[in-house]
């Protein structure tokens, strides 16, 4: 009955949590409250705080302190954009106060922004109010244009109280909590949701994402991990942010209504020319895939990326940067044979896998996506267990 609730209510995958992992886990919280395994089983499905206990153990925060600094820098130059507006985020699968925090800090940094974050989770425990951040919150370097938001002491900081004011934290369900926001219209700037869509199965990961499309605001940014930007890109329609190591996608400017009394304007036809497009930046143009179905084949681009893997041809991480620009341009069987030599190269690459699922997705193989998003998980679980270790 627990299983079932948790591969259910909470989304969790098959890989994520298996029938002797559960038993394992509950063996040992038994012995720690003094029950048997099925006693301890029957606490976490009359008590909350027990069950999003279960749940933090089996889909870990993967966080820290300004993890992906790049991250942090970019929203600083986005809220410099923005000065003096009322800014508001959405960190859902919060895991803690580290994301938020550190998103704080990106914010307030000089740039006149008021930010209103509200951090999202189940785990009460992992949400109550830092005093102070140490040990594994620290696994970064603390930027040193956010060194003033902190008292530091020997082994630890003290965030102050601007940072914890502009933080709210929300004890709920992620789904649930996302179709509530939709339900009453709420629009965020800013929407993290990191480091755990590869937990969910594929109906609650496409739940979390339909509903982060429709919370986004006109050029709202979303910040998701470092292997699920190609995913998230495809299931909400935005655009990676150019910015290399951020993580990051932008939602492009919603179309303005037509004046009243103006005529209608007819919707383009597929690959005719938009009228009265204004002409792209050079910026826009460097982070564009070129357009057309086959157009990544005969780009400068790309006959670079081909030319370092005829340089380097057991080198996967030039097939798999080929992979990604040929996917980007559309160009999906070119990209699914670029995987397939990364993933000779290196079956354990946990972005060649969960790209070749998504090209999978996309050519109605949907058994094998889903094969290979549990061998990803498996690596991703097996790299976080590494890490612990270490």
């Known amino acids: 009955m627990l299983l079932a609730r948790l591969l259910g209510a909470s989304g969790f995958s098959t890989e994520a949590l298996t029938e002797d992992r559960l038993r394992a886990w509950l063996q040992l919280r038994g012995r720690e409250l003094g029950l048997d395994a099925e006693s301890a089983a029957l606490a976490a499905l009359d008590r909350p705080d027990e069950y999003a206990r279960i749940e933090a153990h089996f889909a870990p925060p993967e966080t820290w302190l300004f993890r992906y600094p790049e991250s942090f820098s970019l929203l600083r130059t986005w809220a410099q954009q923005r000065r003096g507006e009322r800014l508001r985020v959405l960190v859902l699968g919060a895991g803690g106060w580290c994301e938020p925090v550190s998103i704080a800090c990106a914010l307030l940094d000089g740039?006149?922004?008021?930010?209103?974050?509200?951090?999202?989770?189940?785990?009460?425990?992992?949400?109550?109010?830092?005093?102070?951040?140490?040990?594994?919150?620290?696994?970064?370097?603390?930027?040193?244009?956010?060194?003033?938001?902190f008292a530091r002491t020997a082994d630890a900081v003290q965030p102050d109280a601007e940072l914890l004011a502009a933080v709210s934290p929300t004890i709920a369900d992620v789904v649930e909590c996302g179709a509530r926001h939709v339900a009453t219209g709420t629009r965020f700037d800013v929407i993290a949701f990191r480091n755990a869509s590869i937990y969910l199965n594929g109906e609650t990961r496409a739940q979390v994402y339909r509903a982060i499309s429709s919370l986004c605001a006109d050029r709202g940014l979303v910040l998701v991990g470092h292997s699920e930007v190609q995913g998230a890109a495809q299931e909400l329609g935005f655009k990676p942010c150019?910015?290399?190591?951020?993580?990051?996608?932008?939602?492009?400017?919603?179309?303005?209504?037509?004046?009243?009394?103006?005529?209608?304007?007819?919707?383009?036809?597929?690959?005719?020319?938009?009228?009265?497009?204004?002409?792209?930046?050079?910026?826009?143009?460097?982070?564009?895939?070129?357009?057309?179905?086959?157009?990544?084949?005969?780009?400068?681009?790309?006959?670079?990326?081909?030319?370092?893997?005829?340089?380097?041809?057991?080198?996967?991480?030039?097939?798999?940067?080929?992979?990604?620009?040929?996917?980007?341009?559309g160009d999906r069987e070119g990209a699914?044979?670029?995987?397939?030599?990364?993933?000779?190269?290196?079956?354990?690459?946990?972005?060649?896998?969960?790209?070749?699922a998504r090209l999978a997705d996309a050519r109605g193989a949907t058994a094998d996506a889903e094969r290979l998003r549990q061998r990803a998980l498996r690596v991703h679980l097996g790299r976080m267990r590494d890490e612990e270790r270490g």
């Open 242 to 329: 150019a910015a290399q190591g951020a993580f990051a996608l932008e939602r492009a400017a919603l179309p303005m209504p037509a004046p009243t009394g103006a005529l209608p304007v007819a919707p383009a036809q597929r690959g005719a020319p938009s009228p009265q497009r204004p002409a792209p930046s050079p910026q826009r143009l460097a982070a564009e895939p070129p357009p057309g179905p086959t157009a990544g084949r005969g780009t400068d681009a790309t006959a670079e990326l081909r030319a370092a893997v005829a340089a380097q041809p057991a080198d996967a991480g030039a097939h798999l940067r080929l992979a990604v620009a040929l996917d980007a341009a």
């Open 336 to 356: 699914a044979e670029s995987v397939q030599r990364v993933l000779y190269l290196d079956r354990f690459n946990e972005d060649a896998l969960l790209l070749a």
């Open 111 to 149: 740039s006149g922004v008021r930010p209103s974050i509200e951090a999202v989770d189940r785990n009460a425990q992992s949400m109550a109010r830092p005093s102070r951040f140490a040990g594994a919150d620290l696994r970064g370097e603390i930027p040193g244009w956010a060194s003033r938001f």
